[in-house]
């Protein structure tokens, strides 16, 4: 299984927090900038944050502030706190792996906002 396998999502209210956890091969994890993109529907998948492998983020502009990306090397595993959800970061949450020049996506976990 080399796909990232993506887990935490759900239907949470406008204001509260989600953690979404990835989990990896090795083969892809070690040494590997991970990330997380949303895909919300009707529109294109768009970066919400990476990670490098020595742990430096980046995030996008409607993540800073009130997501948190980290990884743990040990368990080959990458974590997406978000704190703060509105409705418009509803969507599918995507992880992936870029082992360039491929990055290998996971199927997704749905995150529900309500108002």
């Known amino acids: 299984q080399v796909q990232p396998v993506e887990s935490g999502g759900g239907l949470v209210q406008a204001g509260g927090s989600l953690r979404l956890s990835c989990a990896a091969s090795?083969?892809?994890?070690?040494?590997?900038?991970m990330g997380w993109y949303r895909q919300a529907p009707g529109q294109q998948r768009e970066l919400v944050a990476t990670?490098?492998?020595?742990?430096?983020?980046n995030y996008s502009d409607s993540a800073k502030g009130r997501f948190t990306i980290s990884r743990d090397n040990a368990k080959n595993t990458v974590y997406l706190q978000m704190n703060s959800l509105k409705p418009e970061d509803t969507g599918v949450y995507c992880c992936s792996a870029r082992v360039a020049p491929f990055n290998y996506w996971g199927q997704g976990t749905q995150v529900t906002v309500s108002s």
């Open positions: 990670i490098t492998s020595r742990g430096y983020p």
């Open positions: 090795g083969s892809i994890f070690s040494g590997n900038t």
